[in-house]
């Protein structure tokens, strides 16, 4: 059965999308994920949601896809040893050291491979499958012959982002935001956040959706924002749970606890419905119906971006 | 101390754009997109001449591969990388772990070197690459340089840095050159030859087709004490998006400046004076301090926008 995966980016949101229809729900470590600080979660606050989730037979994923300091190692398996003794479901990782060193620990605990680890090739998902992934984040700019290819010849599982919306650069291997502001930031319990880096779990800036001038050779010739597209749109979702991948997730614990409910309510009507009845299934009407979601979420997107830029403009 | 000063040779009008001799390796190729004009890592008889030309001066030289590669370019990436172990290449450069993985089974006794784009951040990544062949890592140009030397002196691997030049800090599937195609009026492979620049208020960022370089260059003259120091040894000054008239003067002064000051000698402004001419949106220092890669510290630790 296809798992429907939900943002968890406070405590309540975490729950809510439980109740209203997510199989499962991702949350981040504090200063561990690729996420800042306010939208992750303190190890009480998991507790918390592990045992909620428990109790309705649903399962919590907990992202540590930051690519930390070497020397932070310590404070993280101290952190895991909790984690585990609660009854955490898995973990979605990014750097190969940190998760060479769970697997060796932990040989039984499931991890997910980020959409940070930027897994572009067939060789790539058996180096992942090597280090013990059982699954795969799909990078949003491959097309669907690359993730067929996976799903006939690879075993780890594969994940998709409903309407995954990309940055220019291959998400993991963009370093615009840290260039323009980058600080070591620690916190109580000494891991640094590296404020202004999204790859080591500091907010990015999306300094990619200012709009820059453009000269070439030393003369102004446009002005313009660098490409921002939508990936896994509704009538390929279709495709891709025929094609059987493992895990849809939904992205948006940065946005209100409201909207991520509605999206997961969507979702979830969508692929039961989908699922239920794919010959009679009219696509249309579910389209029309996310378009007014899709809006609330480009809104609540485009004043957050507003805000992250503004922290770091001269 | 032996010290390698690199760069990257992206095809051979860099190659014969360029004065050689003050470098002591090179690596071949442009990892960035594969359709560049004259890509060394592409064009077989290219990279015969280039590696038989570099090594008839005595000079070590590497073939990079392809950064990004999808499931489709991994047959051609082999088969660049057999062509240049037949040619004599001394080691190779891989960003991509699936490359790692592939070129590590077919050619078990080669030397590979994880480039910038793998991401490696901690010495328990670099330790893991050690069982797939890997004999030289750059770590990310993200980490602050105590960092890095924590890395090399955990895993024993021998480390290279960038010492010069600009810092990739973007790639992407698509082409900027080409999405701007209809305002320059150059198309594939002419476009990613102009200098695209993108700029906002004091911000300025390079491109070159598919890859985002920080505007201004990194330049550690002045900090080259700490990093003697600290004992580094392996170092890489990039031109690939410059005139390659430069890059052998570039060069010229960091080794004039790393041996001088290795025996004793003391910091001379003039290096920097010379460098700076060099450069069209001035210095930073990347990420070596844990800060913002677009300011400078200098050897005071003032830091300048």
Redesign the interface.
């Given at each position: 059965m296809i798992e429907l995966l939900a943002p968890g980016g406070t405590k309540e949101m975490a729950k809510a999308v439980l109740i209203n229809g997510a199989d499962s729900v991702y949350i981040g470590l504090k200063g561990w994920s690729r996420r800042s600080a306010e939208f992750e979660l303190k190890d009480e606050e998991i507790e918390d949601v592990v045992k909620f989730a428990k109790k309705m037979g649903k399962k919590v994923r907990i992202g540590v896809n930051t690519l930390p300091d070497s020397r932070e190692f310590p404070i993280f398996f101290v952190k895991l040893d909790k984690l585990i003794s609660l009854g955490i479901d898995g973990l979605i990782m990014t750097d190969i050291g940190l998760i060479s060193r769970v697997r060796k620990y932990y040989p039984e605990l499931s991890i997910h491979a980020s959409v940070g680890c930027n897994i572009l090739n067939i060789e790539d998902v058996g180096f992942y499958e090597e280090m013990g992934v059982s699954q795969i984040v799909a990078e949003c700019k491959l097309g669907f012959d690359e993730l067929q290819m996976r799903k006939e010849r690879m075993r780890p599982g594969i994940e998709v982002l409903a309407h995954g919306n990309t940055c220019w650069s291959y998400l993991g291997k963009c370093w615009m935001s840290s260039y323009m502001n980058y600080q070591w930031h620690y916190d109580e319990e000494g891991k640094n956040h590296f404020v202004g880096s999204p790859n080591r779990g500091g907010l990015c800036h999306r300094v990619c959706l200012e709009k820059w001038r453009i000269c070439c050779n030393d003369i102004e010739i446009d002005s313009r924002r660098l490409r921002n597209e939508a990936f896994f749109l509704l009538e390929n979702l279709t495709k891709y749970i025929d094609l059987g991948v493992n895990t849809i997730k939904i992205q948006g614990r940065e946005y209100s606890t409201e909207l991520a409910v509605e999206m997961v309510r969507f979702y979830r009507s969508f692929i039961d419905s989908y699922v239920s009845m794919r010959e009679r299934f009219d696509l249309k009407l579910w389209a029309e119906r996310l378009e007014g979601l899709i809006k609330w979420r480009d809104a609540e997107r485009e004043r957050r971006t507003s805000y992250l830029i503004s922290l770091v403009k001269n | 101390m032996k010290i390698e000063i690199n760069t990257l040779i992206p095809d051979l009008h860099f190659l014969k754009g360029m004065d050689i001799s003050a470098f002591d390796a090179f690596y071949i190729g442009f990892p960035f997109c594969r359709k560049f004009e004259g890509n060394l890592s592409e064009i077989p008889e290219d990279m015969e001449f280039s590696i038989s030309y570099l090594k008839d001066k005595g000079k070590r030289v590497y073939l990079t591969t392809y950064a990004?590669?999808?499931?489709r370019?991994?047959d051609s990436i082999i088969e660049s990388v057999e062509r240049a172990v037949q040619y004599g290449i001394d080691a190779v450069e891989v960003h991509?772990?699936?490359?790692?993985?592939?070129i590590n089974r077919n050619f078990p006794s080669l030397r590979i070197h994880m480039g910038s784009?793998a991401?490696i951040?901690?010495?328990?990544?670099?330790?893991?690459?050690k069982e797939y062949g890997v004999k030289r890592v750059t770590p990310?140009?993200?980490l602050?340089i105590d960092?890095i030397e924590?890395?090399r002196d955990?895993s024993g691997m021998e480390v290279e840095l960038l010492l010069h030049g600009k810092?990739p800090?973007?790639?992407?599937?698509?082409c900027?050159s080409l999405?701007?195609a209809e305002?320059?009026g150059k198309l594939c492979p002419e476009a990613c030859k102009?200098?695209?620049?993108?700029?906002?208020?004091?911000?300025v960022?390079r491109n070159m087709g598919t890859l985002?370089l920080?505007g201004k260059d990194m330049c550690m003259i002045e900090h080259l004490n700490m990093i003697n120091k600290a004992g580094f040894s392996i170092f890489r000054i990039n031109g690939f998006s410059e005139n390659p008239a430069y890059i052998g003067s570039v060069c010229r002064i960091y080794r004039e400046a790393l041996e001088e000051m290795l025996s004793g000698g003391i910091y001379k402004r003039e290096w920097k004076e010379e460098l700076y001419k060099y450069s069209t949106d001035g210095f930073c220092n990347g990420?070596y301090f844990?800060?913002?890669?677009?300011l400078y510290v200098d050897a005071m630790g003032n830091i300048h926008e």
């Open positions: - | 990004t590669p999808l499931t370019d991994l991509n772990y699936g490359v790692l993985r592939m784009f991401n951040y901690t010495d328990a990544t670099v330790i893991k690459l990310n140009y993200e602050r960092e924590y890395i955990k810092i800090i973007g790639i992407s599937e698509s900027f999405e701007i305002k320059t102009q200098a695209v620049v993108l700029r906002r208020d004091g911000w960022l985002m920080s990420f844990g800060k913002s890669g677009r």
